[in-house]
């Protein structure tokens, strides 16, 4: 009776256990104490509360050192370092799964996950190739080629690996085997797509790429903080330790260190412009006119805070009003992929994804609210930010047949006549 009371506390069903017995257990992942021998000897005299304190804080400050680095090494190392973080994830998920279901001796389960991985990416990046590296593509013929037929690719290599899934299937663990299925393109969907907007918001300009991944960064040190010393009202049964002081500390500070590092990076063209190919060089680019987002304009301060700062107007880059809506998503909504991934966590009676960083998890224990966050600076972008792009629409331009070329300039003359623009240009 305690055992089945435990199981309804924890959010468990009839159909929950009818499931674990179907894959064979409970515990997928076991958990050990990764910490490195130097820390643990001298944290010894700590209590557990302390010393995963400071196993927390020192890591962490490793790891930022480290994002540091790669955004000196410029935006090739940056996409090498999703691309790696986007596969160690897939491995730490697909394993759960494989852990629960190499019990049964069915064909191709890993070979499959990561034969859907590669098709997955072929076509998503090859898509980011075709956009970004347009001239590229058209002035090589092999590209040329793949880059005209694709997505036919892309469809025939998924084609197959579906053929091979349903070859695959054994009597009596078909629902098991469509459980993985399903399992390995979920995966795909938040794994693969959002790293696949990660890539496409750093095309936008570093500062898209970096100040969204800060804000997360900040959020989760900082609403750790305040609920370590100050935490006293539990958030969500999903998260034990999480609470409303941390998530509201975590808040206030997130909007201000968002406001702060905009305006920081604003004023340096290697953040704010696009990152583009240049094809004289065969290398990336991040020089350009800063648009008026990045350019300081003057604001006036509601009357209800004039009296307050002393200040009737204020000088600051139009770009710190959108971090307040980055910083604010990454504090109230980001969170949420986090008690997602506890959630996860907690079906499978597992503590972390994996033991890859000591006192923090997996990978994806770290990475869990930056996916949810990448689609939503992505969706802003294109909502709020991106207009027409004229660089890539000359890019097309010029791959036309000079009769389409022609057709193309006498309509746009045409339309820049009638509308008078061609014949002030002439006159003056």
Not at 1 to 15: I, M, V
Not at 37 to 48: G, K, M, W
Not at 169 to 179: D, E, P
Not at 309 to 326: C, D, E, N
Request: aromatic share 18%; charged share 15%; hydrophobic share 45%.
């Amino acid at each position: 009776q305690e055992s089945e009371s435990e199981n309804r506390l924890d959010g468990e069903t009839a159909s929950d256990s009818e499931g674990r017995s179907d894959f064979g257990g409970s515990s997928a992942v076991p958990t050990s104490d990764d910490t490195p021998e130097v820390l643990n000897r001298a944290l010894s005299n700590l209590s557990s509360r302390w010393k995963n304190w400071w196993v927390r804080g020192i890591l962490t400050l490793a790891m930022i050192t480290f994002f540091f680095i790669i955004i000196y090494l410029g935006p090739m190392v940056l996409m090498t370092i999703v691309m790696c973080v986007q596969i160690k994830c897939f491995h730490e998920i697909i394993t759960i799964g494989y852990n629960v279901y190499h019990s049964y001796d069915l064909p191709w389960f890993r070979t499959l996950s990561w034969y859907f991985l590669l098709c997955v990416n072929y076509f998503f990046y090859g898509e980011t190739v075709t956009d970004y590296f347009f001239t590229l593509v058209q002035r090589e013929e092999p590209l040329r080629i793949l880059s005209k037929y694709h997505r036919f690719i892309s469809f025939t290599l998924y084609l197959t690996g579906f053929c091979m899934f349903v070859l695959s299937l054994v009597k009596k663990h078909y629902r098991l085997q469509f459980y993985m299925f399903g399992w390995t393109h979920v995966t795909l969907l938040i794994v693969v797509t959002q790293s696949h907007l990660i890539i496409h918001n750093l095309f936008e300009g570093m500062i898209w790429f970096i100040v969204p991944i800060s804000c997360v960064i900040c959020n989760d040190i900082m609403a750790y903080m305040f609920g370590f010393f100050f935490g006293r009202t539990p958030l969500i049964k999903l998260s034990p330790k999480k609470t409303w002081e941390g998530f509201i500390g975590g808040f206030f500070s997130t909007v201000l260190f968002g406001w702060l590092l905009s305006y920081v990076m604003s004023g340096y063209r290697c953040f704010t412009c696009p990152v583009e190919f240049n094809n004289d060089t065969n290398s990336f680019t991040v020089d350009c006119e800063p648009s008026e987002l990045f350019q300081l304009q003057e604001y006036n301060i509601p009357l209800v805070l004039q009296s307050v700062v002393g200040w009737k107007t204020v000088r600051m880059y139009p770009f710190q009003i959108h971090s307040i809506a980055l910083s604010t998503f990454a504090s109230l909504i980001g969170p949420f992929g986090g008690f997602f991934a506890s959630g996860f966590k907690r079906a499978f009676k597992i503590k972390d994804f994996a033991n890859t960083i000591p006192g923090h998890g997996g990978i994806m224990d770290r990475f869990d609210c930056q996916y949810l966050m990448a689609t939503f600076v992505n969706v802003y972008i294109a909502s709020f930010i991106r207009g027409p792009n004229p660089s890539k629409l000359i890019q097309q331009f010029l791959t036309l047949r000079p009769d389409q070329q022609l057709h193309i300039f006498n309509t746009l003359k045409a339309h820049l006549v009638d509308r008078g623009i061609l014949g002030s240009l002439e006159d003056a």
